[in-house]
T-cell receptor, first 110, second 115 residues
Framework: GQNIDQPTEMTATEGAIVQINCTYQTSGFNGLFWYQQHAGEAPTFLSY????GLEEKGRFSSFLSRSKGYSYLLLKELQMKDSASYLC???????????FGPGTRLSVLP | GAVVSQHPSRVICKSGTSVKIECRSL??????MFWYRQFPKQSLMLMAT?????????EQGVEKDKFLINHASLTLSTLTVTSAHPEDSSFYICSAKAGRSYEQYFGPGTRLTVT
């Protein structure tokens, strides 16, 4: 079966650093994605990991450990506009289907 | 970057009627398009995957006779919700990807309200 877990909600302070974890158990693996979604809008792509390690992109970094079925998204220098839901998604072996996690609602407080 | 549009952005219809939602890739050829449904405060649930020129593959629990998907060209896929009921009210999002590209590009979504 397919199972992806993320914390439901997180709260952090403006300027701080926050780490959003994602664990997955899927029948196949061909990449892990992180998306940001503001309320009422479509998701926007943040990062993609297919090999173990850390991918850094500005204030956002994403880490993957395939052996542990684990990823995290790290957000630095938090801004109020970072308040959104963050979705972890895994692509299966055939590269066609994406399975989305439940999403983590992040609230950034002043 | 790649752009995907959806039309309409919002639609209100009466129970029992049918609604068609269009998804277009504006600047690339989408060999595969995905249709998702998202209920409030929940994540995206994949409804079906469609490849241009072939029948859509529906996820378990999604009625193919109720949610008709047509992917007639490399830039257009349509989702028709037939005989809509209030429980079909949701946010419907399409995404598209080209060839062997790993990335899928999301449309802006369509909010359907069935009264």
């Amino acid at each position: 079966g397919q199972n992806i877990d993320q914390p439901t909600e997180m709260t952090a302070t403006e300027g701080a650093i926050v780490q959003i974890n994602c664990t997955y158990q899927t029948s196949g693996f061909n990449g892990l994605f992180w998306y940001q979604q503001h309320a009422g809008e479509a998701p926007t792509f943040l990062s993609y990991n297919v090999l173990d390690g850390l991918e850094e992109k500005g204030r956002f970094s994403s880490f993957l450990s395939r052996s542990k079925g684990y990823s995290y998204l790290l957000l630095k220098e938090l801004q109020m506009k970072d308040s959104a839901s963050y979705l972890c998604a895994v692509r299966d072996n055939y590269g066609q289907n994406f399975v989305f996690g439940p999403g983590t609602r992040l609230s950034v407080l002043p | 970057g790649a752009v995907v549009s959806q039309h309409p952005s919002r639609v209100i219809c009466k129970s029992g009627t049918s609604v068609k939602i269009e998804c277009r890739s504006l600047d690339f050829q989408a060999t595969t398009m995905f249709w998702y449904r998202q209920f409030p405060k929940q994540s995206l649930m994949l409804m079906a995957t469609s490849n241009e020129g072939s029948k859509a593959t529906y996820e378990q629990g999604v009625e193919k006779d109720k949610f008709l998907i047509n992917h007639a060209s490399l830039t257009l896929s349509t989702l028709t919700v037939t005989s809509a009921h209030p429980e079909d009210s949701s946010f419907y999002i399409c995404s598209a990807k080209a060839g062997r590209s790993y990335e899928q590009y999301f449309g802006p979504g369509t909010r359907l309200t069935v009264t």
